[in-house]
Nanobody, 120 residues
């Protein structure tokens, strides 16, 4: 099993910044992608940013130029630096990882989510 624990959410004014972190734990053999999703009230969960183990990244159009995903493979941690935050960025942010743990196959794992609220 793999556990993902997020931190760094909170309340911030529009134009401000937050940095989310997500660390994977467990007897992990390998992690492929590590991603950030978000879900706003009444909306479907959407991909915000994705990172591959090789360093490639991808962003939703709505966050390009404002958010940056990065990861420390040695620490099994992925980060999301969020700048120039807007009220429409308000959502629960979820960490997601495609990983394989000892004794299992590849699975898609999710964190518990962290609330980000941007006030206008």
């Amino acid at each position: 099993q793999v556990q993902l624990v997020e931190s760094g959410g909170g309340l911030v004014q529009a134009g401000g910044s937050l940095r989310l972190s997500c660390t994977a734990s467990g007897i992990i053999l390998s992690i492929n992608t590590m991603n950030w999703f978000r879900q706003a009230p009444g909306k479907e969960r959407e991909l915000v940013a994705a990172s591959s183990s090789g360093g490639r990244t991808n962003y939703a159009d709505s966050v390009k130029g404002r958010f940056t995903i990065s990861r420390d493979n040695a620490k099994k941690t992925v980060y999301l630096q969020m700048n120039s935050l807007k009220p429409e960025d308000t959502a629960v942010y979820y960490c997601n990882a495609d990983a394989v743990a000892a004794g299992t196959g590849w699975f898609d794992y999710w964190g518990q989510g962290t609330q980000v609220t941007v006030s206008s």
